[in-house]
T-cell receptor
């Protein structure tokens, strides 16, 4: 079966750094992705990690540890527009299975 | 930037009626997907489609559901006899083939069709 866990909510202030964790148990693992979804909008692709380590893309970084079945999304210099839900998604052989999502609220 | 287009944006239907949700994937993408999201919940996989056939489907995708690529651009999801619990946002997505396991472009999602079954 497939199981992904994320915190349901995270709150932080503008300018801060926040880390959203994801642990997974899946039958088959190719990589871990992160998606951002604003209220009423579609998920948008942020990053993909297939190998252990940190991948940086601007203010966002994503980390993977395959041996720990764990990854995280790191958001730096938080802005109000970063308030959204963030989903981790495991790529199995054919497709992505999404986690339950973490709702990030950025306060002024 | 290329987009995945979904129509209609909102569909209201009576229980037991058939609905067809339409999607136009990005033109050079080869893989197509339908996901759904019940309000406030996670994004759930329904079906993937490649080379004119279903490549994978979930337990949600039962005999009431079908997909079709009737021409070179459209990708449709049909629900034969809608139930109240089918009310959800339905997202179409498309992707390029992944370059092995190390490079993946991710999915491009459409903006969704909100289906309300009454």
């Amino acid at each position: 079966g497939q199981s992904l866990e994320q915190p349901s909510e995270v709150t932080a202030v503008e300018g801060a750094i926040v880390q959203i964790n994801c642990t997974y148990q899946t039958s088959g693992f190719y990589g871990l992705s992160w998606y951002q979804q604003h209220d009423g909008g579609a998920p948008t692709f942020l990053s993909y990690n297939a190998l252990d380590g940190l991948e940086e893309t601007g203010r966002f970084s994503s980390f993977l540890s395959r041996s720990d079945s764990y990854g995280y999304l790191l958001l730096q210099e938080l802005q109000m527009k970063d308030s959204a839900s963030y989903f981790c998604a495991v790529r199995t052989e054919g497709l992505f299975v999404f986690g339950p999502g973490t709702r990030l609220s950025v306060l002024p | 930037e290329p987009e995945v287009t979904q129509t209609p944006s909102h569909q209201v239907t009576q229980m037991g009626q058939e609905v067809i949700l339409r999607c136009v994937p990005i033109s050079n993408h080869l893989y197509f997907y339908w996901y759904r999201q019940i309000l406030g919940q996670k994004v759930e996989f329904l079906v993937s489609f490649y080379n004119n056939e279903i490549s994978e489907k979930s337990e949600i995708f039962d005999d009431q559901f079908s997909v079709e690529r009737p021409d070179g651009s459209n990708f449709t999801l049909k629900i034969r006899s809608t139930k109240l619990e089918d009310s959800a946002m339905y997202f179409c997505a498309s992707s390029l083939p992944a370059e092995g396991m190390y490079l993946n472009y991710g999915y491009t999602f459409g903006s969704g069709t909100r289906l309300t079954v009454v």
